[in-house]
């Protein structure tokens, strides 16, 4: 008796271990899927400044150098995209060589501009560390809630008109890239342009893809 209880005792224990060991590759695969199936298009939020409409103007000084005036919203020769990050943000981080490449493969067209608020020397030393010389970098609480943003990473491309063209949270390049298509199109997000019916997915030569010798 005591006996067949211990078998069955042993027989339970390897049950829920290999129920565990289950679980666990369970969710590391769901973890690669969601990874391999990411949104194609930035996740766009029905707040703050509509697509088409006029950006919010500003003139804010720049991070390092307050003589430095960073104009955002005005009409101008080159599109505009807004990168709204944090320095204790680990998905910023990880765009950061995106925006780089970004930032020197479209620049005859777009500037980067990237935004955050806060505490000045904390931004100083982010600013360093993470070696965004090559970037305008504004504080402004005030233009995050012009945006109405309330999740990072978050991206904002105002045309050379003046007018918000693209906007979403953004996770990857793809993402990334999917404001540049939806300017490109002329719709709100590359997601409303596959809504439409028959349509062909639409591409673009990926930024990283430019920067390639021939």
């Given amino acids: 008796m005591n006996e067949a ?32 199936v990411a949104p194609m298009g930035a996740l766009m939020l029905d707040t703050g400044p509509q697509v088409g409409e006029a950006a919010p103007v500003f003139d804010l000084p720049h991070l390092v150098s307050s003589r430095e005036r960073i104009s955002l919203g005005l009409p101008g020769d080159k599109s505009t995209l807004l990168f709204f990050l944090s320095p204790t943000c680990p998905v910023c981080k990880k765009l950061l060589p995106i925006l780089r490449s970004a930032n020197q493969s479209e620049r005859s067209w777009m500037r980067v501009v990237l935004t955050s608020d806060g505490e000045q020397p904390e931004h100083l030393a982010f600013y360093d560390k993470a070696g965004l010389k090559d970037f305008p970098y504004v504080l402004s609480r005030e233009l995050g809630i012009a945006y109405r943003v309330a999740k990072l990473p978050y991206a904002v491309l105002i045309n050379e008109q003046g007018r918000i063209a693209a906007k ?11 404001l540049f298509t939806a300017k490109e199109l002329g719709v709100a997000s590359v997601q409303a342009y596959l809504d439409q019916p028959h349509v062909d997915q639409p591409g673009r030569a990926s930024f990283s893809d430019k920067e390639k010798p021939k």
């Fill in 5 to 36: 209880l211990m078998i069955s005792n042993v027989l339970l224990w390897i049950a829920v271990l290999a129920a565990l060991l289950g679980l666990f590759a369970l969710a590391r695969q769901i973890g690669v899927l969601y990874e391999r």
């Fill in 168 to 178: 979403g949270l953004v996770n990857s390049r793809e993402q990334l890239e999917s």
